[in-house]
């Protein structure tokens, strides 16, 4: 399985951005996705996950009513829309895929290799 992440950059505090992550070498269907982050000098942490259909969806209270994670399934992609991005929202973002319904890091068996999302105040 590789997964490709892809969309990060640099935007101004309040700024949206979407991140896309592919997946490839499996179907698609058959993995929960998740998304984590990484902020320098910190460990990563969860941010979403979305089941294999795209009706179970869970956030990190933080980014709960600003992102949102969403699937496309006929094009093995899911994705993380990001709104109100504040400097604390800067890190490395990573998409994960996990055979099971998973929000901690050590449940999922694939990883991409992440996108860096920089938020300017």
């Known amino acids: 399985v590789q997964l490709q992440a892809s969309g990060g950059g640099l935007v101004q505090a309040g700024g949206s951005l979407r991140l896309s992550c592919t997946l490839s070498?499996?179907?698609?269907?058959?993995?929960?996705m998740g998304w984590f982050r990484q902020a320098p000098g910190k460990e990563r942490e969860f941010v979403a996950t979305?089941?294999?259909?795209?009706?179970?969806?869970y956030y990190e209270d933080s980014v709960k009513s600003r992102f949102t994670i969403s699937r496309d399934n006929a094009k093995n992609t899911v994705y993380l829309q990001m709104s109100s991005l504040q400097p604390e929202d800067t890190a490395v973002y990573y998409c994960?895929?996990?055979?099971?319904?998973?929000?901690?890091?050590?449940?999922?068996?694939?990883w991409g290799q992440g996108t860096q999302v920089t938020v300017s105040s």
């Open positions: 979305i089941s294999k259909g795209g009706t179970n969806i």
């Open positions: 994960a895929a996990s055979t099971v319904w998973a929000i901690r890091e050590h449940e999922y068996n694939y």
């Open positions: 070498g499996r179907t698609f269907m058959g993995y929960v």
